[in-house]
Every structure is written in structure tokens, then in C-alpha cells.
């Protein structure tokens, strides 16, 4: 079935969607959990197939990392889904109720936004989440993931269907793109006719792609050149640990620190112990002229190191003589994802915390916490770096809209 044949049947079933109660929605997403633990055998099989051939087509170790499923991750997902089923339903919530000059009682009342695409690249377990969010929150989605995550995204989404035909729901609530050729994935970009919003998940260049070309409305998502600045104010202790972890717990995802900027008071006590840390860890540095001064082995820093998302166990390292700076260059080279401080100055706080435009910034603490699980937002459909709808961590209530429902008795105009 090509991608548009799939949208219009997502753009038929989510008209059923709107009528559903939270409670036929949250035991769909509960039966979506538990089939996908039991079907974990089956999930990781048709993962171990799409693993090896993108190994053997030379995909790097950490796109590898976000394409791998193991039980641990599987659990987490299903996790994931019972959460976004715990939820506070975001449907039907009174944002407004007033009666207007005229007499008639207008209220105004979240609503699904429709028929959802998601574009995204090689990580699975996206689609689990993608699922649950567009589902909870009365939305049909259309998912096209990268061919190298087929099977398992397939996998997933088989489960999902079993669920949504257990409960009388129509399976067309979610689709899985079959491998669309470009053409097919570009026609489908220019389908409002069907599709009502498009969420690209992954890269710049993917991002870009989407926004420069979509026809349909699109949030922008993902792209992450995150940075961690140490004040002359910060327990260095505290730093180590903070760089360590935004740095290298996982260096694949979209909120992992891409650039350390140090202050140059704090540079001769603390950059040669984190370069050392960060070495012990695999972590391969690029530094500017100052940095490379105070420490051996630190490769040289192009202009274009500074806007690269890496995505492993990559990164690069500036020192910069005051807080202003350092907001100047996150503001240059950065993608408005997440940022972060840490120091003990009051003023240097507040300098970096309003002067900076991004969707989160962090005080004393790691960028990593950008996450919709995190935020106690269930999953989460992506972190939007754009300002219209929705920022940061898209959550149940960034998949909705609002309608104006009047009550009158008889008033005309």
C-alpha cells in the first residue's frame, strides 16, 4: 500500500477517534503494553535482522546504539505506554467558558488535531511512543521511519494493531509506511488533504528536509548542539559529574552535550582534569587554541565544529572569558535545544537563564533531563526547538487543538 492510500485511511479512522471515551483509549494502550513484553522475543528477532544489515552496510557504533532493542529497552517502552495511558486525558478539557455581549455561552474545548506524520530515522522505539501520544490523544498517526528500522518498527506496530483490533478500534488509527521510495515520501510531505501536521524526528539534515519542503504544517524537532557551561563560580566537583553524564551516558540522543565552554578562571584547575575523565571514557576532543594550550592530545576546532551534532562520543571544548560570551556563542552555534550552567553566581545565573533563547536551560544540572519521561510527560513525539505551537518536550497536550463550541437560545446577528 503506498503512503497516501495509508494516510487517507488514517484521515477515515480518525474521524472515529474523536467519538472514542478515554477509557476504550487508555485499555488500548495498556493491551499495546502488555503485548509488546510478550511479543519481545518477536520484536528482537526482527531487530537483530535490521542490526546486522545495517552493521554490515557500515552504519556507525552510535547510530547502531539507537537502533538496537534489547528486553530492557522493550520494557522500558511498554513502560513508557502505560504512563502516557495513566495520563490526565487531554481531550475535552474547558480552556474557556464565558458568555459573549451577545448572550451566547461560548466555552472553548481541546480537540485532536487529526491525522499526525511522523518522519523519523533509526530508532524503534520512537514508534512506540509515537503510537501511544498520537493515540491517547485522539489522533490518527502515519509513521515512516528509516528503512533501516523496518522490521523492527513493523514489529511494533504489528502489536499495536492487535491491540486496536482487540478493543474494536479501526487498525488504521496507525500506519506504518512500507518503505515509500523518495518521490512517494515527498508527495506525502504535500498531502493536506490527508495529513494535518508533520513531526520529523532525527537529524538536521532530516529536519531540514521536512521544513523546506513539507507542504503540510511541520514542527521542527530533534536537532541538538547542546551546551554545558562552567562559570568561574561552579563547584568544579559538581561539574565533572554533570559534563561526564550530559557527555557520555548516551551520546547518540538529541540532548547529549555537543560543546563544553569553561570559563577562563576556572580553566587551569578544571580542564585538564575533565579532558583526562572524558579520555578515560573513549571521548575524542576538539578544543580551540586556549584549551589545546592547557591540555596534549586535543584535536583543533574548526569554524565548523562548533554547529556539528555529533551524536557519540564526540565533542568539543572552548574556554571563554565571561558568561556573556559563552551565551553569545551557544546563541551563534547552537539549536535552540538545551542548555546549561553550573555555578554558584546569582548574577551569572540569571545572565545565562534570560539572555539565552533556547527551549530548555538547565542550573546545576544535565542536559539529559530533556526528555518527555523525564518532564512526567509520558513519551514524548519529539523536542521541538521552534516556538509555534509547541516547545520543547511535545507531550499529550502539544497533540492537540481547540475548537469554540456556542450555546445559544435563538440569537442572530
Given at each position: 500500500?503506498?503512503?497516501?492510500?495509508?494516510?487517507?485511511?488514517?484521515?477515515?479512522?480518525?474521524?472515529?477517534?474523536?467519538?472514542?471515551?478515554?477509557?476504550?483509549?487508555?485499555?488500548?494502550?495498556?493491551?499495546?503494553?502488555?503485548?509488546?513484553?510478550?511479543?519481545?522475543?518477536?520484536?528482537?528477532t526482527?531487530?537483530?535482522?535490521?542490526?546486522?544489515?545495517?552493521?554490515?552496510?557500515?552504519?556507525?557504533?552510535?547510530?547502531?546504539?539507537?537502533?538496537?532493542?534489547?528486553?530492557?529497552?522493550?520494557?522500558?517502552?511498554?513502560?513508557?505506554?502505560?504512563?502516557?495511558?495513566?495520563?490526565?486525558?487531554?481531550?475535552?478539557?474547558?480552556?474557556?467558558?464565558?458568555?459573549?455581549?451577545?448572550?451566547?455561552?461560548l466555552?472553548?474545548?481541546?480537540?485532536?488535531?487529526?491525522?499526525?506524520?511522523?518522519?523519523?530515522?533509526?530508532?524503534?522505539?520512537?514508534?512506540?511512543?509515537?503510537?501511544?501520544?498520537?493515540?491517547?490523544?485522539?489522533?490518527?498517526?502515519?509513521?515512516?521511519?528509516?528503512?533501516?528500522?523496518?522490521?523492527?518498527?513493523?514489529?511494533?506496530?504489528?502489536?499495536?494493531?492487535?491491540?486496536?483490533?482487540?478493543?474494536?478500534?479501526?487498525?488504521?488509527?496507525?500506519?506504518?509506511a512500507?518503505?515509500?521510495s523518495?518521490?512517494?515520501?515527498?508527495e506525502?510531505?504535500?498531502?493536506?488533504?490527508?495529513?494535518?501536521?508533520?513531526?520529523?524526528?532525527?537529524?538536521?539534515?532530516?529536519?531540514?528536509?521536512v521544513?523546506?519542503?513539507?507542504?503540510?504544517?511541520?514542527?521542527?524537532?530533534?536537532?541538538?548542539?547542546?551546551?554545558?557551561?562552567?562559570?568561574?563560580?561552579?563547584?568544579?566537583?559538581?561539574?565533572?559529574?554533570?559534563?561526564?553524564?550530559?557527555?557520555?551516558?548516551?551520546?547518540?540522543?538529541?540532548?547529549?552535550?555537543?560543546?563544553?565552554?569553561?570559563?577562563?578562571?576556572?580553566?587551569?584547575?578544571?580542564?585538564?582534569?575533565?579532558?583526562?575523565?572524558?579520555?578515560?571514557k573513549?571521548v575524542i576532543?576538539?578544543?580551540?587554541?586556549?584549551?589545546?594550550?592547557?591540555?596534549?592530545?586535543?584535536?583543533?576546532a574548526?569554524?565548523?565544529?562548533?554547529?556539528?551534532?555529533?551524536?557519540?562520543?564526540?565533542?568539543?571544548?572552548?574556554?571563554?572569558?565571561?558568561?556573556q560570551?559563552?551565551?553569545?556563542?551557544?546563541?551563534?552555534?547552537?539549536?535552540?535545544?538545551?542548555?546549561?550552567?553550573?555555578?554558584?553566581?546569582?548574577?551569572?545565573?540569571?545572565y545565562?537563564?534570560?539572555?539565552i533563547?533556547?527551549?530548555?536551560?538547565?542550573?546545576?544540572?544535565?542536559?539529559?533531563?530533556?526528555?518527555?519521561?523525564?518532564?512526567?510527560?509520558?513519551?514524548e513525539?519529539?523536542?521541538?526547538?521552534?516556538?509555534?505551537?509547541?516547545?520543547?518536550?511535545?507531550?499529550?497536550?502539544?497533540?492537540?487543538?481547540?475548537?469554540?463550541r456556542?450555546?445559544?437560545?435563538?440569537?442572530?446577528?
Amino acid at each position: 500500500m503506498n503512503l497516501i492510500e495509508q494516510a487517507r485511511l488514517a484521515k477515515k479512522a480518525s474521524s472515529s477517534l474523536r467519538m472514542l471515551d478515554s477509557e476504550t483509549r487508555n485499555r488500548v494502550l495498556l493491551t499495546f503494553a502488555d503485548l509488546l513484553i510478550r511479543n519481545s522475543d518477536e520484536v528482537i528477532t526482527a531487530n537483530r535482522e535490521d542490526l546486522t544489515e545495517a552493521e554490515n552496510s557500515g552504519m556507525s557504533s552510535a547510530m547502531l546504539d539507537r537502533l538496537m532493542l534489547n528486553e530492557a529497552r522493550i520494557k522500558a517502552m511498554a513502560e513508557g505506554i502505560r504512563q502516557v495511558a495513566s495520563l490526565e486525558d487531554p481531550l475535552g478539557k474547558v480552556l474557556e467558558d464565558r458568555v459573549i455581549p451577545s448572550g451566547i455561552r461560548l466555552k472553548k474545548i481541546t480537540v485532536p488535531i487529526g491525522v499526525i506524520g511522523i518522519i523519523f530515522e533509526s530508532r524503534p522505539n520512537v514508534t512506540a511512543d509515537c503510537a501511544a501520544l498520537c493515540f491517547k490523544s485522539g489522533n490518527a498517526c502515519v509513521l515512516k521511519g528509516g528503512k533501516e528500522s523496518y522490521r523492527s518498527c513493523k514489529a511494533i506496530v504489528d502489536a499495536m494493531k492487535e491491540a486496536l483490533q482487540s478493543c474494536g478500534v479501526s487498525e488504521d488509527a496507525v500506519m506504518l509506511a512500507e518503505r515509500p521510495s523518495h518521490a512517494e515520501t515527498a508527495e506525502f510531505m504535500k498531502c493536506r488533504e490527508y495529513v494535518d501536521l508533520l513531526i520529523p524526528r532525527g537529524g538536521r539534515n532530516l529536519i531540514r528536509a521536512v521544513v523546506e519542503n513539507a507542504e503540510v504544517p511541520a514542527i521542527e524537532t530533534g536537532a541538538g548542539v547542546c551546551h554545558v557551561f562552567v562559570d568561574a563560580a561552579a563547584d568544579l566537583k559538581m561539574a565533572e559529574e554533570i559534563v561526564i553524564n550530559a557527555k557520555c551516558s548516551r551520546p547518540s540522543v538529541c540532548n547529549a552535550m555537543e560543546t563544553l565552554l569553561v570559563h577562563e578562571a576556572a580553566a587551569k584547575a578544571f580542564v585538564p582534569q575533565i579532558v583526562s575523565l572524558l579520555k578515560e571514557k573513549g571521548v575524542i576532543i576538539y578544543g580551540d587554541e586556549k584549551a589545546r594550550a592547557l591540555c596534549d592530545g586535543l584535536k583543533e576546532a574548526e569554524e565548523a565544529s562548533w554547529s556539528t551534532e555529533y551524536d557519540d562520543l564526540i565533542m568539543n571544548l572552548k574556554i571563554v572569558s565571561s558568561v556573556q560570551e559563552a551565551a553569545e556563542h551557544i546563541e551563534t552555534y547552537g539549536t535552540h535545544h538545551s542548555e546549561a550552567i553550573i555555578s554558584e553566581d546569582d548574577e551569572s545565573v540569571r545572565y545565562f537563564m534570560e539572555s539565552i533563547d533556547s527551549a530548555c536551560l538547565y542550573h546545576n544540572a544535565s542536559t539529559r533531563f530533556t526528555d518527555g519521561f523525564e518532564f512526567g510527560l509520558g513519551a514524548e513525539i519529539g523536542i521541538s526547538t521552534q516556538k509555534l505551537h509547541a516547545r520543547g518536550p511535545m507531550g499529550l497536550s502539544e497533540l492537540t487543538s481547540y475548537c469554540y463550541r456556542l450555546e445559544g437560545k435563538g440569537e442572530t446577528r
